[in-house]
C-alpha cells in the first residue's frame, strides 16, 4: 500500500501514527497538494491528503475512512470499539479533533491572502470553534490518563494531531497553559514512538 501525505498535514499524521501504533508498512509518498504538479487529483478528486492507495490500484479517502480501514486490518492495537455507544463516542471525538485541524487551516490560509482580503469575522468564527473545540476536549478528558478512558484510541490521536499542528502553525494558542490536563496528556502521548516519528519536520 502506499500513502500520499505531507509532513506536516494533521490528517496524514493521524494516519502515519494509526500505522505505526498498529506495526502496519505503506511506502510513504510525499506530496505538495498546491503544486501544479501534484499526482494527488489522479487518486482523489477532491485533491486532499491523506490518500490510501491500496495493492489493487484503489483509493481511500478521507482520513476517517483511511483510519477505520486500517484498524480493521489487524486486531493489533484496536484503536476503534466493535459497535454502539463507545463506538459513536470515539468517532465523535475523532470528528471534533479534525473540527480543531479544519478551523485552524482555514485561518492558516486567511492568513496568507493579502491583509485587506482577510474576513476578520471569518477568522473570528473559525477561532470560536476551534477554542470551543479544545475547551471540549479538555472537559471530556477531565483527570484521565486518555480522553476515553485507560486505552488510547483514535479520538485522542485525531484530537492530538490537530492540536500539535496548531501549536506549530498557530502558537499564538497557548492550549497548553490553559489546560494543564491537556498538557499532561499530551506530554504522554508525545513519549509514544507514533507521535516522535510523524513529528512535522521544523515543529
Ligand atoms: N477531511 C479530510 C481533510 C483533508 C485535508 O483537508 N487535507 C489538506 C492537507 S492538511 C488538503 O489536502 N488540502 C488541500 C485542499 O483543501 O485543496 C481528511 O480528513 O482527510
Known sequence: ???LASLT???ARKIRVVLMEKRIEVDLIEEN?????????????LTKIPVLILDDGTSLYDSR???EFLDGITPVTRLIPEGGRERAMVKRLEALGDGIADAGIAIFLERKRDAAQQGEDWIARQMGKLERGIAAVARELGDRKFCQGENMNLGDISVACAILWLEFRMPEVKWRDSYPNLKAWIERLEARASFIETKPPGA
Do not use: D, F, G
Request: charged share 15%.
Open 1 to 3: 500500500m502506499k500513502l
Open 9 to 11: 498535514s494533521p490528517y
Open 33 to 45: 497538494i498546491w503544486s501544479a504538479e501534484t499526482k494527488v487529483t489522479l487518486h482523489n478528486p
Open 65 to 67: 475512512v483511511i483510519a
